[in-house]
């Protein structure tokens, strides 16, 4: 899918105009989980709209937003039965999570492949295809096209046992973690 980002802003006068507009900036497809990419939509820091946006998205330092500041990305999931190759390296897959997706990657959990969990609230769209969430209670729900998913800090992973791609919207609004409930 090849997506136009077209980014609005203001003219020295306070008028509305497009300040940017070109292809959607992408991560590439990971080399250890062929068929699995993100894109980076935008991102922004706590605090007052900027007034001259700025591309915050090449190369983050993280993808993920410190509180009160946000990111968007756009991800898609292959299906399971495609995504590992023979020859699968969960360092090199480790490392690349790191490189690629810097804040996020070192989150995964390496003895629960896929978990982890974020000082976010994240707002996730499926756009194409069906998606499994799994929550660490063993809990199980699948996503489908049009379905949406707000979580709150929670630990989870993802899996899509279809057999086309899943694409989803994420938006990560950071947020301090709270007292844990009893």
Same mark, same amino acid.
């Given at each position: 899918? @090849?997506?136009?980002?077209? %980014?609005?802003? !203001?003219?020295?006068?306070?008028? *509305?105009?497009?300040? /940017?507009?070109? +292809?959607? &900036?992408?991560?590439?497809?990971?080399?250890?989980?062929?068929?699995?990419?993100?894109?980076?939509?935008?991102? @922004?820091?706590?605090?007052? %709209?900027?007034? !001259?946006?700025?591309?915050?998205? *090449?190369?983050?330092? /993280?993808?993920? +937003?410190? &509180?009160?500041g946000s990111c968007a990305m756009r991800v898609t999931f292959p299906p399971e039965a495609s995504a590992m190759p023979a020859d699968?390296?969960?360092?090199?897959?480790?490392?690349?999570?790191?490189?690629?997706?810097?804040?996020?990657?070192?989150?995964?959990?390496?003895?629960?492949?896929?978990?982890?969990?974020?000082?976010?609230?994240?707002?996730?769209?499926?756009?194409?295809?069906?998606?499994?969430?799994?929550?660490?209670?063993?809990?199980r729900r699948l996503l489908r096209q049009g379905d949406v998913i707000v979580q709150m800090g929670t630990r989870h992973a993802w899996?899509?046992?279809?057999?086309?791609?899943?694409?989803?919207?994420?938006?990560?609004?950071?947020?301090?973690?709270?007292?844990?409930?009893?």
């Amino acid at each position: 899918m @090849t997506s136009q980002r077209i %980014i609005t802003g !203001h003219d020295q006068a306070g008028r *509305s105009i497009i300040a /940017s507009s070109g +292809p959607l &900036p992408s991560v590439g497809e990971f080399r250890q989980f062929p068929g699995f990419a993100v894109e980076l939509i935008w991102q @922004t820091a706590p605090g007052p %709209i900027p007034a !001259h946006p700025v591309d915050p998205t *090449s190369p983050p330092p /993280s993808v993920l +937003p410190a &509180p009160g500041g946000s990111c968007a990305m756009r991800v898609t999931f292959p299906p399971e039965a495609s995504a590992m190759p023979a020859d699968f390296d969960p360092q090199a897959a480790a490392r690349e999570l790191c490189e690629r997706l810097p804040g996020l990657g070192e989150l995964f959990e390496a003895d629960a492949p896929g978990f982890h969990r974020s000082d976010t609230i994240d707002y996730g769209v499926v756009l194409e295809g069906e998606i499994t969430l799994e929550l660490d209670d063993g809990g199980r729900r699948l996503l489908r096209q049009g379905d949406v998913i707000v979580q709150m800090g929670t630990r989870h992973a993802w899996s899509n046992t279809g057999n086309t791609p899943a694409r989803l919207l994420f938006v990560m609004v950071g947020a301090p973690r709270g007292q844990a409930v009893a």
